[in-house]
């Protein structure tokens, strides 16, 4: 008499391969993810150096003049995702997908680097880097929030996940 269907050997066997490949899968998805994730942020720092580049031709090549950051929406001082908005047109240019927490609270998942505030592009220095925009960071990430560490929006309005200045001259 001939049996049909399968023995508990061979369900083991199938529960054990398909375990295995989701074990294989689930790290390789969420790695897919965060790059996702960071490419997106990193598209939002293009964004934001867009609208710099709008408020930079209304001002006379300067940099506006703004705080790091704030604890909250509620504070009334001037930063990136309030000046900077009429510039960049969404709110959501300010936040960055990885993060969950601080545009809810603060507006924007970006801090400014207030060391260029009110500064001319053609004079700006940042720990003794001079005359190399593609090296003064103006925006960054509050938080490491993905694989390869911080993004950046640099001077130049290049955004990357590269560290390009050095802090030990």
Not at 132 to 154: C, M
Request: glycine share 8%.
């Amino acid at each position: 008499m001939k049996r049909n269907g399968f023995t508990l050997m061979e369900l083991m066997v199938v529960i054990v391969i398909i375990a295995a490949l989701a074990g294989i899968g689930f790290p390789v998805t969420r790695s897919v993810l965060a790059k996702s994730k960071e490419a997106a942020c990193l598209g939002n720092l293009r964004s934001i150096g867009i609208g710099l580049q709008g408020y930079l031709q209304d001002h006379q090549q300067r940099l506006p003049d703004l705080e790091a950051g704030r604890g909250s929406k509620t504070e009334d001082i001037p930063v990136i995702e309030t000046v900077l908005l009429e510039y960049v047109g969404t709110e959501e240019a300010f936040h960055c997908p990885a993060d969950s927490e601080e545009f809810k609270k603060t507006g924007s998942s970006y801090l400014w680097n207030s060391s260029q505030s009110g500064q001319l592009v053609t004079q700006l220095s940042f720990f003794g880097i001079e005359d190399r925009p593609d090296q003064i960071p103006l925006v960054s990430d509050k938080e490491a929030w993905h694989p390869s560490g911080t993004n950046f929006l640099y001077a130049d309005s290049s955004s990357s996940n590269k560290v390009k200045f050095n802090t030990s001259h």
